[in-house]
């Protein structure tokens, strides 16, 4: 049989958005060993000198300015990218895309970003005949992400689709599948391995991540979590914060056999696992995976736009909280320390709830997208 190519584009504005295109390929690769993936962070492939300027740019202003940020958001909401738009960051930053393209001559494209969607979208205008899967990787979707030549959305509520149809999408355009997470969080494990593997107790436990760009530095939650270090066990999970990590490192309220301290890892599913509460940014995937491993969240300061969305979301599934007041984080520790088995109880309720969705239904959806489009057109027939 010959192997079909599915390319898979993303963008460095937040883990989230590749992460979920690796989960793809990991579940395409796991359900269909035919399928050839190939994963690519287009801008930084084609701009490896500017594109990480740009976005620690991005994530400057996000982090030091969130209202302008919102306003931003909320002033585009409605509006798709126009075309003037996607013509300058075609000729500004995606010159060489229809290039790569044609030499890894992929049967379907699929795009976990807004920004390569736009950009592959332009491309089909002109001509080139390639099926484009968008996947939509938050529970809400701004007007950026939709386009016209788009053929298929995956998205993760029905709330999501209604959103998408108000919009002018049709409906036979999209399928609610359920954010892309990879497949080992919706995998059980033993948790005494784990503790073992990572030097745990069984004890209750708070895991603390600041998601993909580790933001960590709230001095008043790092403090308060580690005031209960002789009563529950927390596990900082910094990313690729390094700087972080070696300051807590560092500090005396954090040298303690209950505290454990950790740099990037990719397990970050056993540590969910084999924790009661998660102390995150609400994005997406974070949320997603958490979802996954049925673990009761909490919201820490969401970013303007799509994690304000996701967190609101979650709040409404009963899945997550916001945190408003350090008396959030306290009522959980009470939780923990008094009532821990009705924290396993409802635990296992969410688990039940969430069983109906299959986690390889977002792969199985870009596989049926390839048998309906067997073949494609010879470059000779493409755009020029």
């Not at 991540?209 to 002789?230: C, H, I, P, Q, T």
């Not at 990313?239 to 807590?248: A, D």
């Amino acid at each position: 049989m010959q192997k079909q190519r599915v390319l898979l584009l993303s963008e460095g504005f937040g883990a989230g958005h590749t992460q979920a295109a690796y989960a793809l390929s990991s579940s395409l690769r796991k359900i269909a060993p035919h399928v050839q993936t190939r994963v690519l962070e287009l801008g930084s492939f084609l701009n490896p000198r500017v594109a990480p300027v740009i976005i620690t740019a991005y994530k400057k202003t996000v982090s030091s300015q969130p209202r302008l940020v919102r306003m931003m958001y909320r002033s585009n909401y409605n509006k798709s990218l126009n075309r003037l738009t996607t013509l300058a960051l075609h000729r500004i930053f995606y010159t060489r895309t229809l290039q790569i393209i044609r030499q890894l001559h992929p049967n379907v494209i699929v795009c976990t970003h807004p920004i390569p969607s736009v950009v592959i979208s332009r491309i089909k205008r002109l001509g080139f005949d390639v099926p484009l899967c968008t996947v939509i990787t938050d529970y809400d979707v701004h007007g950026a992400w939709v386009s016209r030549e788009v053929n298929r959305y995956l998205v993760s509520t029905e709330q999501v689709k209604e959103k998408l149809l108000e919009r002018g999408v049709g409906a036979s355009k999209i399928q609610i599948t359920g954010i892309p997470v990879h497949p080992n969080f919706w995998e059980r494990h033993q948790k005494d391995d784990i503790r073992a593997q990572f030097t745990l107790i069984n004890l209750p436990t708070v895991l603390v991540m600041g998601g993909g760009w580790g933001f960590m530095k709230d001095e008043a939650v790092n403090s308060l979590l580690a005031s209960y270090r002789n009563e529950i066990q927390i596990i900082f999970c910094f990313g690729n914060n390094i700087k972080q990590l070696e300051k807590m490192k560092k500090d005396q309220r954090y040298i303690h056999p209950n505290i454990h301290l950790l740099g990037f890892t990719r397990e970050v599913d056993k540590l969910m696992e084999v924790s009661d509460l998660l102390i995150t940014k609400p994005g997406g995937m974070t949320c997603t995976e958490g979802l996954a491993k049925g673990i009761p969240m909490l919201f820490h300061k969401p970013l303007p736009g799509q994690e304000e969305e996701n967190s609101q979301y979650f709040s409404s599934q009963g899945w997550g909280t916001e945190i408003h007041s350090l008396s959030d984080i306290e009522g959980w520790i009470h939780r923990l320390l008094y009532n821990y088995a009705e924290v396993l109880r409802t635990r296992e309720e969410v688990l039940k709830h969430i069983a109906k969705y299959h986690p390889m239904q977002s792969a199985q959806a870009i596989l049926d997208l390839l048998a309906d489009n067997p073949k494609r057109k010879t470059d000779s027939q493409e755009v020029k």
